[in-house]
């Protein structure tokens, strides 16, 4: 019996016989910018370095500004998407209808023509802006990072891996159950501060994606000019708010989704939240003040919550 007993111990302490939980921390520039992918679990190395790749593939075929890359040459009528790629393209345009066409993935030309692809940042004509509103040309930068949320749900799948947290650059994916069974706990910038406005808590697989004035901006004449459209104009959306986060369960839907309410404005947005059942939101106002759906779950800074019956 005691013989028995070791020989179990024994088994336990080899390395082969043992489950370890390796973790991996990974940091890339990609899809214009800063990711850090952290994985848990057995294949944590050969996870981490397989999202990588995976998210520059997504970034070389949907870089809009690339003409050489698979939207560049659907800009061009020089190539046709494969089944996967047709599929994110059909979905997008569901969004854009979901969303009234606040969320337009062919806004391009008219990003273009306020320089913020490029950076050489200028105010355009009304005249340029009517033309540029003319043109149709894919630029999927309102939803790609989300959409790649997705795909690296997907290929974590695939791996012996327990959790992992992807920051791909303000939108965050989350994978699995931490082991303490705590939600994940992710903060929500200050749109107008260095910190943070607050946390929000997820559980399992879950996007938290935010839409901002300060993610990318220029000033001209005093005022400032944000990156996020309205199709309508062709002008910075204008509609009170300074940043909007949806959480979601989907990542393509939650970035969608966050440039949509971004455009549409605290109201309307919020008759949007109460005709779905598949998101959350917190809307952050030029004013400061903050407005939560109920089932945010925002923790860390005063605000107003948003109910179904409103
Ligand atoms: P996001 O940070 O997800 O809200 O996406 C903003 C980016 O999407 C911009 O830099 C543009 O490339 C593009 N974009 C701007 N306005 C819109 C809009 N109304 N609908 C879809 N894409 C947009
Ligand atoms: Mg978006």
Redesign the pocket.
Known sequence: MKRFVCLLLALALLPGCQRREDTARQSLFCMDTVMDLQVWGADAQAAAGDLAALLNDLQDQWNACDEESLIGALNQGTAQPDPQQQRLLGRVEELSRRTGG????H?HSV?ACWG?PTGDYRVPTREELAEALKEDDW?L??ALKGYAGDRCVELLKGYDVDRAILDLGGNIQTWGEKPDGTPWQIGIRDPRGEGLLGTVSVRGTMAVVT?GDY??YFEADGKRYH?????KTGYPADSGLSAVTVICADGLTA?AL??AL??LGLEAGTRLWQESGDFEAVFVLTTGEVFATEGAALSGCDYEVICRED
């Not at 606040?102 to 993935?105: E, L, N, R």
């Not at 990156?227 to 199709?231: A, Q, S, V, Y």
């Open positions: 606040a969320f337009d993935p806004l990003s913020f630029d930068g309102a839409s993610q990318r990156h996020i459209l309205d199709p970035d966050s440039t971004f455009v």
